[in-house]
């Protein structure tokens, strides 16, 4: 995630003056991009957690349900609205909203079970949101702003999921399993973004944001009792016109 916020440094540093909007008025901007999160405190879940969400799985060996699993980013996507208005010509308040999916990822694993070959890929937790963030933009130079505010996100679904292979000496089968466990999490949460956009001659926004999430999501306490909070990063594209 760091090297991305470098990336988009980077690049708004290599391009031209920009025209922001005059001081006293409002625009809109629609803007769509991609994600990438994951929940704190799932960095070495084991694979016994996982054990009641699919069937399959159940009842097997001690030692593979205490399998630990290393978690990574998950990827998704976004889409919104964000109207603004430029209270001065270094600050802009903004307001929006979008869809934003978040969550978790795992990595791959397998096992053997009466003699046939499983292997479960891309185990996740998908968790889409109706996001609304309230900013203030910082203009420190031309189009160039820094962000911060507090976003508010709104559950919507909730899923785990997973590619399963099994492997036995007659049979092949593949399938994607998907199970909704929205149940097991807060219908509400909330999120101190901060980030860096950069506005082009033409109206074009770059925008890069890293989302803290502060609640915690998960309403079934973890084995080890620490909570799961959202963290994400959102890279968007967008174009804004006056209104």
């Not at 009792?225 to 968007?236: A, E, I, L, P, R």
């Amino acid at each position: 995630m760091k090297k991305l916020f470098i990336i988009a440094a980077m690049m708004v540093a290599t391009v031209g003056a920009s025209a922001q909007f005059a001081p006293g008025t409002f625009s809109l901007q629609v803007k769509g991009g991609v994600s990438g999160s994951s929940l704190s405190n799932t960095n070495d879940i084991k694979v016994g957690t996982l054990e009641n969400s699919f069937s399959y799985m159940r009842g097997l060996p001690t030692n593979i349900l205490d399998t630990n699993l290393e978690a990574g980013a998950a990827g998704g996507g976004t889409i919104g609205l964000d109207l603004e208005y430029q209270a001065a010509k270094w600050l802009g308040l903004s307001v929006g909203v979008s869809y934003l999916a978040q969550g978790t990822g795992w990595d791959s694993f397998k096992f053997k079970q009466d003699g046939v070959k499983f292997r479960i890929q891309d185990p996740k937790i998908t968790l889409g949101y109706v996001a609304v963030p309230v900013i203030a933009n910082f203009y420190v130079y031309k189009g160039l702003a820094l962000k911060s505010g507090v976003q508010f996100g709104f559950l919507t679904y909730a899923h785990l999921s997973a590619q399963v292979t099994a492997d036995g000496n007659k049979e092949f089968m593949h399938a994607d399993m998907n199970r909704s466990i929205k149940s097991n999490y807060e219908n509400f949460d909330i999120a101190i973004p901060v980030g860096i956009s950069y506005e082009f001659r033409d109206h074009i926004v770059l925008d890069a944001r890293y989302n803290i999430g502060l609640k915690p999501v998960n309403k079934i306490a973890n084995p080890d009792g620490k909570d799961n909070k959202n963290q994400s990063f959102v890279f968007t594209f967008g174009y804004k016109f006056k209104l």
